[in-house]
């Protein structure tokens, strides 16, 4: 079983649609967490943080839930430009921080 | 101004060859990784340095050596290449290696460096 999971989609939604994908951690010692995006063909680059409490940074929000072990992202009133894989990433921190990544979730934003 | 720049960004080579990627970052960072993203796009980390100092060496064949030879460099040697080490390498950095629980430092990856063996 992988540390991270993703649903790997792809996710077709028309543009002004609201898409939430979950991911799933399976070590519980993880500590910090976060959403990262990838274009296609380009590097890896942070989206947001992942807090207890969750938090929100204009159409995307996320949520993390430690008993369950799982995050999610929100993204409401999807643009074409939001079309991307979506990578959910834990940091089990062992003395070093030590970034495991989801394999993704596709989006696509159609008009 | 590129904040984490590696070359070459394509590269075609036989089995058996060796080869080297360069990376370099202009941000004052202290810690740099490889990463090796493969064609399931799974993105794995493979080393991680601190201050010029390995800190994280994940289970890697012993045909890839990182060198640091300063803070702002990090380069991945690769001997006898195989089919299998075709994939995409992201050299990345972050301001520290995050040490503390619940501490987590922001990084920032390079435009990636395309591996194909023939």
């Known amino acids: 079983r992988k540390e991270v999971e993703q649903d790997p989609g792809p996710f077709n939604v028309p543009e002004g649609a609201t898409v939430a994908f979950n991911c799933t951690y399976s070590?519980?010692?993880?500590?910090?967490f976060f959403w990262y995006r990838q274009d296609c063909r380009k590097e890896p680059k942070l989206l947001m943080s992942?807090?207890?409490s969750g938090n929100e940074d204009g159409r995307f929000t996320a949520q993390l839930n430690r008993a369950s072990q799982y995050i999610s992202l929100l993204i409401r009133d999807s643009k074409l430009s939001d079309s991307a894989t979506y990578l959910c990433v834990v940091n089990r921190n062992t003395g070093f921080q030590k970034l495991v990544f989801g394999t993704g979730t596709r989006l696509l934003v159609s008009p | 101004d590129t904040a984490v720049s590696q070359t070459p960004k394509y590269l075609v080579t036989q089995m058996g060859n060796d080869k080297s990627i360069k990376c370099e970052q202009n941000l004052g960072h202290d810690t740099m990784y490889w990463y090796k993203q493969d064609s399931k796009k799974f993105l794995k980390i493979m080393f991680s340095y601190n201050n010029k100092e390995l800190i994280i060496n994940e289970t890697v064949p012993n045909r890839f050596s990182p060198k640091s030879p300063d803070k702002a460099h990090l380069n991945l040697h690769i001997n006898s290449l195989e089919l299998g080490d075709s994939a995409v390498y992201f050299c990345a950095s972050s301001q520290g290696p995050g040490r503390s629980p619940n501490s987590g430092n922001t990084i920032y990856f390079g435009e990636g460096s395309w591996l194909t063996v023939v």
């Open positions: 070590n519980s010692a993880s500590q910090s």
């Open positions: 992942v807090y207890s």
